[in-house]
């Protein structure tokens, strides 16, 4: 299963979820801390953050 990467904006703190494709399109997990969802934004892809440039 792939995992998603989630940040909370009141707690701060970024988690990680495993699930389903299925199970993440039809609802956003809810912050590990303090069990809220509205903050809870999706983070990209670990490979997307950690870009290196050559330039
Ligand atoms: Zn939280």
């Excluded at 993440?24 to 870009?51: L, W």
Aim: hydrophobic content about 30%; proline content about 7%.
């Amino acid at each position: 299963m792939p995992s998603y990467d989630f940040y909370c904006k009141d707690c701060k703190k970024t988690f990680t979820v495993v699930m389903a494709l299925a199970e993440y399109e039809k609802s956003r997990p809810a912050c590990p801390k303090c069990k809220g969802k509205k903050k809870v934004e999706q983070r990209p892809a670990a490979f997307f953050a950690v870009t290196s440039r050559k330039s």
